[in-house]
RNA sequence: GGAGAGAUGGCAGAGUGGUCGAAUGCACUGGUCUUGAAAACCAGCGUACAGCAAUGUACCGGGGGUUCGAAUCCCUCUCUCUCCGCCA
């Protein structure tokens, strides 16, 4: 969430950017800051009143060693009567604050002023295209007949045993899913991340550091009964390690495999069959700490990260700086990642790497000290260092061929075998 | 699941109604000493909000209460630990 002190002083700036993102604040940035005025009075008052109090409570307790219980008495009733208007002015703080909380938490992070204006992904920026699109057999097909066909994924199985968006992976199916997972862990811990294995469930307090609450809680999975929710993403668990801490030393660089767990009960057809779009998925994720000054310097860091990953991997790839509309309501700058999925002839996001600013350090008081000694926000970024599923569906439609389905060379060393009949 | 103990500053750990934002030790920062370092000694050292500042206010796991006054008493919630049971 923003920081009003950056509110009050960039208000005009903050109102142009969030256009950006089709996003008016005019209004709600005055009501804010309006009931900011107010809450700075009322804590005038009520400080002075509570000063009073401290300072009549010193005394009463020298005047009843003394032994002048009288006067002490008479100081007791005047305290009454204060404490009953600072009671009031109490309950009018809170529900200040409280209205503040609410309107700030609605307010979406700043875009970088690069962000392109614009509606939706057909708004967004094409930077980059890596990579050949492959040329297939004649009767080249899409995933889901590839994973049935030499027996890697059953989706069937995974209805049964839980309901759809839950694939079974197995054999060599299997076998590959795993390399990948070691392959983008050992590529990250190369690139100085130190890996993670976090727990799959967080609190509340982790799920509204990151922002999935309160606006997103519909997309994740709840455990009612220990109040816990399934991770949507490893970076919720970890970016909440670093959660009400003091950095000492920049960049702190973390990377975790988890499972993500997404309800987004939603859409129907082929942009969701197979692999496309699941309730479980595996992704390896990559997360920064970084001071403010160098925090874009290493998104392009990290953006370049992740393309040497798909460059090794063989796969025909475009960058994308997301515009407005589809950048994420926590985001300042997004730069997405597809793949082109040669069976299905689409491209295929894989990755989403983004710069936070302060906006998520500053729920999370995740704060370092400059050099006046003076506590300010850290930027966190992260990235997928990569979505498996996709990049699964892609390997295997790219290099279908005759004679089977051929594992990339960086692969072969993890899955111990070359090509899958 | 049963029984008990506990939660205090970066860490360890005192503090059971007023002079406590909190002893002490360690760590950290600056200084003295030293060729340099260590040791020793001296000083500093939590966070947030308000204020130009002086300073004020709040915070001893969270919330509520008693009291003129709460780290300290009461209620409640959460979490951690120990023992027993169960268990990968």
Redesign the pocket.
């Known amino acids: 969430m923003l920081?009003?002190?950056y509110i009050r002083e960039h208000k005009n700036e903050i109102v142009q950017l969030l256009q950006i993102k089709n996003f008016d604040a005019a209004t709600i940035l005055d009501e804010l800051l309006i009931k900011?005025d107010s809450?700075?009075n009322t804590?005038?008052d009520?400080?002075?009143l509570?000063?009073k109090?401290?300072?009549?409570?010193?005394q009463?307790?020298e005047l009843?060693k003394s032994g002048e219980v009288q006067k002490?008495n008479d100081?007791?009733e005047e305290?009454?009567a204060i404490?009953q208007e600072s009671k009031v002015l109490q309950g009018k703080y809170?529900s200040l604050e409280k209205d503040i909380q609410d309107i700030l938490v609605q307010i979406p992070n700043v875009p970088h002023p690069s962000v392109p204006k614009g509606s939706c992904d057909k708004d967004n920026k094409l930077l980059k295209e890596s990579g050949k699109k492959p040329k297939l057999m004649a009767n080249a097909k899409p995933h889901w007949q590839l994973t049935t066909d030499y027996n890697l994924i059953d989706f069937e199985l995974g209805n049964k045993i839980t309901g759809a968006g839950f694939p079974v992976y197995k054999g060599k199916g299997a076998r590959l899913q795993r390399a990948l997972i070691s392959y983008f862990l050992d590529k990250n811990t190369n690139a100085g991340y130190t890996e993670y294995l976090p727990p799959h469930l967080v609190?509340e307090a982790s799920a509204f550091g990151t922002g999935q609450l309160p606006d997103k809680e519909g997309q994740m999975y709840h455990v009612t009964e220990?109040?816990l929710y399934l991770i949507p993403t490893a970076e919720v668990p970890v970016t909440n390690f670093f959660r009400d801490v003091?950095v000492k030393d920049f960049p702190i660089k973390c990377t975790a495999y988890t499972p993500c767990f997404r309800r987004e009960a939603g859409s129907y057809g082929k942009d969701v069959r197979g692999l496309n779009r699941l309730h479980q998925f595996d992704k390896v994720e990559i997360v920064q700490i970084q001071h403010p000054e160098k925090s874009y310097e290493t998104l392009d860091n990290m953006v370049n990260h992740v393309a040497s990953i798909l460059d090794e991997l063989e796969l025909p790839y475009r960058i994308l700086k997301l515009c407005g509309g589809d950048l994420s309501f926590t985001s300042a700058l997004t730069f997405d990642f597809e793949v082109y999925s040669a069976g299905q002839d689409k491209w295929l996001e894989v990755s989403s790497v983004s710069n936070f600013e302060s906006y998520q350090a500053n729920r999370l008081?995740l704060?370092y000290?400059d050099k006046n000694?003076?506590?300010k926000f850290c930027h966190t970024l992260n990235g997928s260092a990569l979505a498996l599923p996709r990049i699964f569906a892609a390997l295997i439609e790219n290099n279908q061929t005759e004679k089977g389905i051929e594992i990339p060379k960086v692969l072969q060393k993890y899955t111990g075998f070359e090509i899958i009949e």
């Open positions: 920081h009003i002190p900011d809450r700075k804590q005038k009520l400080d002075n509570l000063s109090v401290n300072q009549f409570s010193k009463i307790g009843y002490a100081l007791k305290c009454a404490k809170a609190n220990d109040n003091i008081k704060r000290k000694g003076k506590t």
